[in-house]
């Protein structure tokens, strides 16, 4: 099997899934026997992975782990645990969905289907966009010029006003570049639009993100986009985009249509960016990694 480097997993959305075409299957199952005494409280958690049936996991996933004052050591195990499970559940998701002939091309598939996109990518994070143009940031860095000395009370009129003139041009230096200005604008207003999320464009398709389903820091993500590896997304197809409006130009809507509005806002400012085609596929994504070739 090849290994897989997550940079993203939304496991209650896998776990959902997983349930459904398992009929119930129990991911995880924990019991807890709880010991006091008057000078410390440890516990035992009793961790049962519900995958025994598929991977034969159950003897190995299976883990006793005890809490005593050392709470930072069982967290991590349980985290370390808990990541065990659903990477191995991503596989058998997307085992059970080609066995089940559910899963499709992104390019053929419709609402609902079940994609696995292998494809070229670019990650947009406006949150993080947004700060880092912004402007009071950004001054000290681009303002290298040094103000000019004003003359003292003897100077001379020719003083004054070669003082006027360096001055003028110092101001004008320190102003923000017109383009870093309309940067920032539009970062905050995507922000906006995708408050909490980070947007993955595919070849065929644009995942939405949840911004806390990341693996990645923010500075970890955007070096991402440096890497020329193909980017595998699996997940769920929850609509078609079958026009868009990269100059603005939409139809009237009646007063019944404002729910509406959200997508026409969508569906214009990332036409005009490139990031959204006629025909893409607006993508849930459950798991984005890449994988060892």
């Known amino acids: 099997m090849k290994t897989k480097d997550y940079i993203y997993l939304d496991d209650e959305f896998l776990n959902s899934h997983l349930a459904q075409l398992e009929k119930g299957l129990l991911v995880k199952e924990q019991t ?3 010991v006091e005494s008057t000078d410390t409280t440890s ?10 049936g598929f991977f034969g996991l ?11 004052d050392n709470n930072v050591k069982s967290d991590f195990t349980k985290n370390m645990v808990e990541n065990v499970l659903n990477d191995y559940a991503v596989d058998l998701l997307i085992e059970d969905c080609s066995t089940n002939g559910l899963l499709r ?4 598939s419709n609402e609902g289907d079940f994609i696995l996109s292998s494809s ?3 990650i947009y994070d406006f949150e993080y966009l947004e700060s880092i143009t912004n402007p009071q940031r950004l001054a000290p860095i681009l303002n290298q010029s ?10 001379t009129k020719q003083e004054r006003i070669e003082y006027q003139k360096q001055l003028k041009l110092y101001n004008d230096s320190s102003k923000m570049p017109k383009e870093f200005e309309t940067l920032h604008n539009l970062s905050v207003f995507a922000n906006t639009l995708f408050r909490d999320s980070v947007l993955l464009k595919l070849n065929a398709g644009l995942a939405i993100c949840k911004r806390n389903k990341l693996r990645l820091n923010k500075a970890q993500t955007s070096f991402e986009n440096e890497s020329d590896r193909k980017i595998k ?3 769920v197809v929850s609509a078609t985009k079958k026009e868009t409006h990269p100059d603005g130009d939409v139809p009237a809507l009646k007063i019944d249509e404002l729910d509406k509005i959200p997508s026409i806002m969508f569906d214009v400012t990332l036409s005009n960016l490139n990031m959204l085609y006629k025909n893409d596929k607006i993508i849930k994504p459950i798991a984005i990694y890449f994988e060892a070739e």
Do not use: W, Y
Not at 58 to 68: D, L
Not at 146 to 152: E, L, T
């Open 43 to 52: 516990f035992t958690h009793s961790m049962t992975t519900g995958l025994d």
């Open 120 to 122: 070229k990518f670019q």
């Open 32 to 34: 807890e026997r709880g």
């Open 233 to 235: 997304v699996f997940g």
């Open 105 to 108: 091309n992104i390019k053929q």
């Open 146 to 155: 040094i103000p000019p000395i004003a003359p003292g009370p003897q100077a």
């Open 58 to 68: 159950g003897a190995k996933i299976q883990s006793e782990i005890c809490e005593g």
